[in-house]
């Protein structure tokens, strides 16, 4: 007990430690061999390795964005492509369908000019037989005048036989 | 005999000795105390060392690109720090870097450490502090005059002040410059040493009232919680002052 009296009567002597100014070499060497090591810690190993690592990190999180962005552009880039196909198979479509149809009016176009063509071929050809018809009837009536004439004439006056003449005269009453 | 043996013994029993947790003493034997003396200054600013590099550097030891927690911890002290200095001086204070974080770490764990029962927090000296902030001081007024040469003194001489009251202003302005050191010490190593006190005095009363202690436990209590705040309040405020100390030395105009 009186030890520990005396104790604490040398420590109250002291007051403060914080001015026992008997310890400032002790502390101040200490501290600066702490702060020296320290800061070698810090400066070669700690922050270079946490700064590294926050910079990978960092140009890790830019790439994804980046590769994100090109994903994304390479998605509209196909969804163009696609639209750009599509309109063109709907133009090309379009045309094949008007061609189509151009060529069937052509055909029909065709088919009804030839039509025209036999039908107008045959009824000139109609026309002409006609006409061949009357002619030949025409001449049929002639000489069937003209024998009735001959025959009518040699019945009436035996002695007239110009026949030549007689013909002639049936053309002008039928003509006439 | 016996009343004073009983009168002494009361005595003992209020006997509270705050100051006894800041005696420096030899770590191995009883002897005089040499510059070289390992003491519990040395064993406490060690660990204090050690616990720094075991959040910064064994803490980050996976490197992973998503961190884990203690990882998470180093990053975030390192971003602390740098965004500190970044927002206050701007990119060129970043060459301190190091120094600066090297003085946070340091008195944030001598600062934690300190809180543990039985410790010895070695950041309540003013041998300490003092040293600290002076080698602030110094370097600091060392960069201002190198970085600014004799335009450093315009840190001085308040060129938006009345002309009338620029050699006055001067004259504080001086002052305050050399007052800086001290405050800055005096700031860390008080608040230390009289939040260790009053929960070491908080604790003599404890012994002394028997079940009434439970009154000065919850102080204790409560106390060390406002001193958990003091131990990252302090290095914080004696990082940011060191900062704008040295924002001042690399731009002095006002």
Redesign the interface.
């Known amino acids: 007990m009186a030890t520990q009296d005396a104790a604490h009567a040398a420590e109250a002597s002291v007051g403060m430690p914080q001015i026992d100014f008997s310890t400032y070499p002790n502390q101040i060497f200490w501290l600066v061999v702490s702060i020296i090591v320290l800061y070698f810690i810090v400066a070669k190993v700690a922050l270079p390795r946490i700064g590294s690592v926050i910079e990978d990190r960092h140009n890790a999180v830019a790439n994804d964005i980046e590769q994100a962005a090109e994903f994304k552009r390479k998605a509209e880039e196909a969804e163009a492509a696609y639209n750009a196909a599509l309109a063109e198979a709907r133009a090309q479509a379009m045309q094949i369908a008007g061609e189509a149809k151009a060529e069937i009016k052509a055909d029909v176009d065709a088919a009804i000019a030839k039509a025209d063509a036999e039908i107008a071929a045959k009824a000139a050809e109609s026309s002409v037989r006609i006409e061949e018809i009357r002619a030949s009837a025409l001449k049929s009536i002639e000489e069937v005048a003209g024998v009735a004439a001959t025959d009518i004439v040699a019945a009436i006056m035996p002695s007239a036989t110009d026949d030549k003449a007689l013909k002639a005269a049936v053309a002008a009453r039928l003509k006439g | 005999m016996s009343t004073e043996s009983t009168t002494e013994e009361a005595a003992?029993a209020f006997?509270i000795?705050p100051?006894?947790q800041?005696?420096?003493h030899p770590l191995f034997g009883d002897g005089p105390?040499?510059?070289?003396?390992p003491?519990n200054?040395?064993l406490w600013?060690?660990l204090?060392?050690l616990a720094?590099?075991v959040v910064?550097?064994v803490g980050?030891r996976g490197?992973?690109?998503v961190?884990s927690r203690s990882?998470s911890v180093?990053?975030m002290t390192?971003?602390f720090v740098r965004k500190m200095i970044e927002d206050i001086t701007g990119k060129e204070g970043l060459a301190y870097?190091?120094?600066i974080?090297?003085?946070f770490?340091?008195i944030l764990f001598a600062n934690l450490l300190g809180l543990l029962p039985y410790s010895f927090s070695?950041t309540?000296?003013?041998?300490?502090t003092g040293?600290?902030a002076l080698t602030v001081f110094l370097t600091v007024t060392v960069i201002g005059f190198v970085k600014n040469g004799p335009s450093f003194i315009k840190l001085f001489w308040v060129s938006s002040a009345p002309l009338a009251l620029r050699p006055v202003l001067f004259l504080i302005e001086l002052i305050s410059y050399f007052v800086r050191p001290v405050s800055h010490s005096i700031r860390l190593?008080g608040n230390l040493?009289a939040g260790h006190a009053v929960v070491k005095v908080f604790a003599g009363f404890a012994g002394a009232l028997g079940i009434g202690a439970v009154i000065p436990i919850t102080a204790i209590v409560a106390v060390y919680g406002l001193e958990l705040l003091v131990a990252f309040i302090q290095a914080y405020v004696f990082t940011i002052l060191t900062v704008v100390y040295l924002n001042d030395a690399l731009h002095p105009s006002h």
């Open positions: 003992s006997n000795h100051m006894d800041f005696v420096v105390i040499q510059w070289y003396t003491t200054v040395t600013m060690a204090a060392v720094a590099f910064l550097v980050s490197r992973a690109m961190p990882q180093a990053e390192y971003g870097f190091p120094h974080m090297t003085a770490l340091f070695t309540s000296h003013v041998a300490v040293v600290l190593g040493m």
